[in-house]
């Protein structure tokens, strides 16, 4: 353990009766009707567990969802029920404690990507991500959120993204990439506009295309100028991510998705495009209404489904001939599963590469990479993660692919990891980067 660690764990082992008084308020703040009849109805039948690839990877009884469950569900008795309160050795129930408060971070943060499969096996329909996110949030109450999560969302708080790139650097990344598209493109007006008012597009992007995968963000340039789009970046706000989804901190999470709205608003834009981002598209286009208690103004699209309306109304051409290698699709699981967008990507790769192979299972059934739930973020767990992510390593291997297009970093991050890990020797893509590939450039 490193020295960060120990502390956190010191922090964790002395938390005060006030401190787990807050924790148990946040947590009855969770209880609305739903979520206790959620609580009520988990029979730990079990036939949650082949569907984690933690469980999978592991065979550990202790990463089954509905041992995690379980684990809320114990403090949901003690507190919010007759038998819970008066016999809890007979219904499960147990005291919220610094014990459990250990068990419910190693198990809700450690062993959980939130990613929703399990629900899809629950036979009474259990939201089970919802659930672990209520425990998560109860722990992100008493301030013991795993620092690396916790300082990810303090830096997209504090700076705007959750990378804490300054605004003169995303200018001068901007200004450069858009230098380059002139002098491989021709001059003339702007390919990365920014702060365009009255553009139809806003588009959002992963700081982590910032910083490390520019080429991701001129292949997205490429594809708006080839469908003649309207668009702009906003020079203060551009982080389509959104962590305080995965810490549970409800408050930072309204905060920073609240700040897409303000730029939408100060430059008059009609739709938010949100780059590939599995968490992104779910938090600011389904998890932001929530949060805010209002329907936003504009429309809220991924990139994806953009691409794919541009593919239908022939407003870009592309030749699936200049990608000839085996190509299979890896489905984020906060796009797809929890998401809804199933077949949009589909769609554009069948146009784009001319070896297109599915995974198995596939769709709203294809295994999590294991990087979303913040793990990628919270180091502590690295050996989990990777270890929980041979059962995706093991479905890219099966489909003989020599690329794989996942749209989502977090995804791209993850599957990057897996490749070195298991020996893949695959190359990992963003769908912009193939369609950017199979562009037919008109005069």
Not at 147 to 162: C, F, I, M, Y
Not at 241 to 259: H, K
Not at 356 to 373: A, I, Q, S
Request: aromatic residues 8%; proline residues 4%.
């Amino acid at each position: 353990m490193t020295k960060n660690s120990d502390e956190y764990a010191d922090r964790v082992d002395q938390s005060t009766d006030q401190k787990l008084a807050v924790g148990l308020r946040a947590f009855r703040e969770r209880i609305d009707y739903t979520m206790a009849a959620s609580l009520n109805a988990c029979i730990h039948c079990g036939l949650c567990a082949e569907s984690c690839h933690y469980y999978l990877a592991t065979g550990d009884p202790i990463t089954q969802p509905a041992y995690k469950v379980a684990l809320v569900q114990a403090v949901f008795k003690r507190y919010h029920t007759m038998t819970g309160g008066t016999l809890p050795a007979l219904t499960g129930a147990r005291a919220f404690d610094t014990t459990l408060v250990r068990e419910w971070i190693d198990s809700l943060f450690g062993n959980c990507s939130m990613c929703a499969r399990c629900t899809l096996s629950c036979t009474v329909g259990l939201h089970i991500p919802r659930i672990v996110r209520a425990g998560r949030s109860t722990i992100a109450a008493m301030g013991l959120v795993p620092p690396e999560l916790q300082s990810t969302v303090d830096a997209a708080v504090q700076t705007g993204n959750n990378m804490g790139i300054p605004k003169a650097e995303w200018l001068e990344t901007v200004e450069w990439l858009d230098e380059e598209l002139r002098n491989e493109l021709g001059q003339g007006e702007s390919y990365l506009p920014i702060d365009q008012e009255q553009a139809e597009m806003l588009y959002a992007v992963n700081p982590r295309e910032v910083k490390f995968f520019p080429l991701s963000l001129m292949a997205a340039a490429r594809i708006f100028r080839a469908a003649g789009a309207s668009w702009t970046f906003s020079a203060d706000y551009f982080d389509v991510t959104n962590y305080g989804l995965f810490s549970g901190d409800d408050v930072a999470a309204r905060l920073i998705s609240g700040r897409l709205a303000e730029s939408m608003k100060r430059l008059k834009c009609r739709t938010l495009v949100l780059g590939e981002c599995g968490h992104g598209y779910a938090a600011n286009r389904w998890e932001a209404p929530e949060w805010h208690r209002q329907t936003p103004e504009f429309a809220v699209k991924s990139i994806v489904e953009l691409i794919a309306d541009y593919l239908k109304e022939g407003r870009i051409t592309l030749d699936p001939s200049k990608f000839a290698k085996r190509v299979t699709l890896h489905d984020p699981c906060n796009l797809v599963r929890m998401g809804g967008v199933i077949e949009e990507q589909r769609f554009v790769l069948r146009h784009a590469v001319a070896d297109f192979v599915e995974m198995f299972p596939n769709r709203e059934n294809n295994y999590c990479c294991g990087g979303g739930g913040g793990q990628l973020s919270m180091t502590r767990y690295a050996k989990r993660r990777l270890a929980a992510g041979r059962i995706k390593a093991d479905q890219i291997r099966a489909t003989g692919a020599k690329v794989v297009v996942a749209p989502c970093h977090n995804c791209i991050d993850q599957l990057g990891e897996l490749n070195k890990e298991y020996h893949l020797g695959v190359e990992v893509k963003t769908l912009a980067e193939i369609v950017a590939e199979a562009l037919v450039v008109r005069p």
